[in-house]
């Protein structure tokens, strides 16, 4: 079957760093998705990886293996309006491109 | 470019009532999706549109609800009678490409929909 697993919920300092991993099971795998949901919004793309390795935009970064399944997402200098939650979500051919969708992780920044 | 629009906001019905979603996607967006999400949860695909076909309702409890997108632009999805575990705010979300052929298949989501049923 295809699943993915993230931590329900993490907590970190304001300023700090925070590693959110994801993992997944799927065949026919064509990338993974991370998205922002702040409460009672509709979730916002931050970042897409179908290659090994590590992409970098500002200060969030998402990384992949593809042989291990596993995803993290990297949050630097973290600001309060970080608080929020971080859905991953994988892409499969074999499932018409749909994506699956992890259950998400919320982010508490304190300050 | 204009985002997905998405109406009523808001809505609070009764069990057995029924409720009306709208959809406007992005200009040129083939893709269209309805989502359910309950809070805590992901996001739970109840319909996928290409055009104005359906590639997949899998997931959709058809015995109440009903999807249309008429002209391939905009959609309604429909809930007749609603139950007290349909309450969850309902996402629409439109993309260029499912396939990814052209890039990243980013999905686009509109504000959602609130649903209470009491």
């Known amino acids: 079957g295809q699943n993915i697993d993230q931590p329900t919920e993490m907590t970190a300092t304001e300023g700090a760093i925070v590693q959110i991993n994801c993992t997944y099971q799927?065949?026919?795998?064509?990338?993974l998705f991370w998205y922002q949901q702040h409460a009672a919004e509709a979730p916002t793309f931050l970042s897409y990886?179908?290659l090994d390795g590590l992409e970098e935009k500002g200060r969030f970064s998402s990384f992949l293996s593809r042989s291990k399944g596993y995803s993290y997402l990297l949050l630097k200098e973290l600001q309060m309006k970080d608080s929020a939650s971080y859905l991953c979500?994988?892409?499969?051919?074999?499932?018409?491109?749909?994506?699956?969708w992890g259950a998400g992780t919320k982010l508490i920044i304190k300050p | 470019e204009a985002g997905v629009a998405q109406s009523p906001r808001y809505k609070i019905i009764e069990k057995r009532q029924s409720v009306a979603f709208w959809c406007n996607p992005i200009?040129?967006?083939?893709?269209l999706y309805w989502y359910q999400q309950i809070l805590g949860q992901g996001p739970k695909l109840l319909i996928q549109?290409?055009?104005?076909?359906?590639?997949?309702d899998s997931q959709l409890p058809k015995d109440r609800f009903s999807a249309e997108r008429l002209k391939g632009v905009d959609s309604t999805l429909k809930i007749q009678p609603a139950k007290l575990e349909d309450s969850a705010v309902y996402l629409c979300?439109?993309?260029?490409?499912?396939?990814?052929?052209?890039?990243?298949?980013?999905?686009?989501f509109g504000a959602g929909s609130r649903l209470t049923v009491l």
């Open positions: 549109f290409q055009n104005n076909g359906v590639v997949d």
């Open positions: 979500a994988v892409s499969s051919r074999d499932s018409n491109y749909q994506l699956i």
């Open positions: 200009s040129g967006h083939a893709t």
């Open positions: 799927t065949s026919g795998f064509n990338g």
């Open positions: 990886n179908v």
């Open positions: 979300a439109s993309s260029l490409d499912p396939s990814g052929a052209s890039g990243a298949n980013v999905l686009t």
